[in-house]
Each structure stands twice: as structure tokens, then as C-alpha cells.
């Protein structure tokens, strides 16, 4: 089935550093992907969907210059994380739309563990 | 109102009982919804994509309702391994694509 490769698994940084998570299709183009982030015992939040070649279209409350989504590639998608601070600690998780025979499924990375000191 | 509600839980029921998460959404024009289940700190896996017929895997129903909005999940015959957070998602059609997931329902199968 349909894979994506995110990394890092997991990353602690400093306090006004900036952070780049990878996420690649490995076996399927992903022209669309999404960017979640997920607090404990809470549920994803989409920041942003991103389209191969064009500007990522961001949720409302998601700033763009700090959330920086490149999706430069058919099968890479990358989000920065830009001047990190605590409160960006989270799960980040990248999800990518691919078609099937029953119609399109949504894959997910395995998600990257931010924290931020 | 949030785009995508669920049964607020936790759920907590013996080995071998049937249980159903519900889930409403906001969105009329909605087209597709799916079931995941996430397990503590690992990224949601897809249970079920929800179709106009309603669908079974196994131990596994889902149901969509487009008139009253909603989308069920029934789990019969329950297991151990059963217990995770059961999500569901939304593809909303907008001026673009995004899907759009409920807060999760707990569910714990105690022996």
C-alpha cells in the first residue's frame, strides 16, 4: 500500500531555532498533502494543505511566515517550523491524498515529535 | 459549531460487547468519510472509508447518514486490542480540498 516516509521521528531544539520536518510518498505522486498537529489528548488540527507547485492554503489562526510549507515535488512536502518556541512543542503529522482503486485514501507520516527548550 | 463532532467519551466496556461511536458534521457538501483509530503517540491508521451504502470489515460497520449529517461505527464482538482513540475525518469540499477530523473518541476493552 501507499507509504510515507516523515521525518524526524522526534527533535528537541532550542528556543528561536527553526525545525524542518520531511515528508516523502514513497511509492505514489502526493499532489496534495496536509500538515496536522496534534496536542496531548487532543485531537489533529490541519494547519495547512499543500499543493505541489503552488502556495499552501492555511487554516485559519495558522500563521504562514511561521509554519513554512514547501511542497516543491510530487513526492516531498516539507514543513519549517520557524523561530520555534514552547508552545510549539506538539505532534506534527503530515498526511498525503492518493487515489485507489475505490477512489482517494488519505496516508499518513508517522508523525514528528517537536520539542521545544 | 465545530465542523466535526463525536460521542464524547471515554468508553469503557468488557471484552466480547458491541459498541458505536456517532459522528456529526457541519458540512453539507462533505463527499467522503473515513474511521481511523490512533493509538497512544502513533499517527492515526484508516479502520474505513464510510460509504452511501453503509460497509462492514469483519467486526467492523460503518454507516453514513447525509440527511441527518452523521456517520456511525459499530464494533462488534470487542477485543483487548480494540481499545485506541477512534477518529472520525471529513473531506470538506471548499474552494479547496481538506479533511477535517473530530475529537476522537476513547475506547478501553477491559478483560
Known amino acids: 500500500g501507499a507509504v510515507v516516509s516523515q521525518h524526524p521521528s522526534w527533535v528537541i531544539c532550542k528556543s528561536g531555532t527553526s525545525v524542518k520536518i520531511e515528508c516523502r510518498s514513497l511509492?505514489?505522486?502526493?499532489?496534495?498533502m496536509f500538515w496536522y498537529r496534534q496536542f496531548p489528548k487532543q485531537s489533529l488540527m490541519l494547519m495547512a494543505t499543500?499543493?505541489?507547485?503552488?502556495?499552501?492554503?492555511?487554516e485559519q489562526g495558522v500563521e504562514k511566515d511561521k509554519f513554512l510549507i514547501n511542497h516543491a515535488s510530487l513526492t516531498l512536502s516539507t514543513l519549517t517550523v520557524t523561530s520555534a518556541h514552547p508552545e510549539d512543542s506538539s505532534f506534527y503529522i503530515c498526511?498525503?491524498?492518493?487515489?485507489?482503486?475505490?477512489?482517494?485514501?488519505?496516508?499518513f507520516g508517522s508523525g514528528t515529535r517537536l520539542t521545544v527548550v | 459549531r465545530k465542523e466535526v463532532e463525536q460521542d464524547p467519551g471515554p468508553f469503557n466496556v468488557p471484552e466480547g460487547a458491541t459498541v458505536a461511536f456517532n459522528c456529526t458534521y457541519s458540512?453539507?457538501?462533505?463527499?467522503?468519510f473515513f474511521w481511523y483509530r490512533q493509538d497512544c503517540r502513533k499517527e492515526p491508521k484508516l479502520l474505513m472509508s464510510?460509504?452511501?451504502s453503509g460497509n462492514e470489515d469483519g467486526r467492523f460497520t460503518a454507516q453514513l447518514n447525509r440527511a441527518s449529517q452523521y456517520i456511525s461505527l459499530l464494533i462488534r464482538d470487542s477485543k483487548l486490542s480494540d481499545s485506541a482513540t477512534y477518529l472520525c475525518?471529513?473531506?470538506?469540499?471548499?474552494?479547496?480540498?481538506?479533511?477535517?477530523f473530530g475529537p476522537g473518541t476513547s475506547l478501553s476493552v477491559i478483560p
Open positions: 499543500s499543493n505541489e507547485g503552488s502556495k499552501a492554503t492555511y
Open positions: 464510510v460509504y452511501s
Open positions: 458540512n453539507s457538501a462533505s463527499q467522503s
Open positions: 511509492d505514489f505522486q502526493a499532489t496534495t
Open positions: 498526511s498525503a491524498r492518493e487515489w485507489g482503486a475505490l477512489g482517494y485514501g488519505y496516508t
Open positions: 475525518a471529513v473531506n470538506m469540499k471548499t474552494s479547496y480540498d481538506k479533511v477535517i
